[in-house]
């Protein structure tokens, strides 16, 4: 699915809004609501973010999160 995205600001309650050939002789759909309103439902939402897919696979842990980092010998409050 291709989508265009702007914002704009009308002139005599109007939109003159330029489509990229690859839009030209198809069918499309228009929705007009105010760009505040965008703004305030993403702030809105709190739900739990989901990171990026490209960054799937890009960490790697390399020290073993389960054994101390110091050795048990070094703790003062163990005596």
């Known amino acids: 699915m291709e989508a265009l995205r702007l914002i704009a600001e009308p002139k005599n309650h109007q939109l003159i809004i ?9 069918r499309l759909e228009v929705i007009v609501m105010p760009a ?3 703004e305030n439902a993403a702030t809105a939402s709190k739900g739990r973010r989901k990171p990026s897919a490209l960054l799937a696979g890009t960490v790697s842990l390399h020290d073993d999160l389960i054994t ?3 050795p048990e010998s070094d703790w003062d409050a163990l005596k």
Do not use: E, F, H, K
Request: glycine letters at 6%; aromatic letters at 0%; a negative charge.
């Open 68 to 70: 101390p980092a110091i």
């Open 36 to 38: 505040t309103g965008i």
């Open 18 to 26: 330029d489509l990229p050939p690859s839009l030209d002789q198809r």
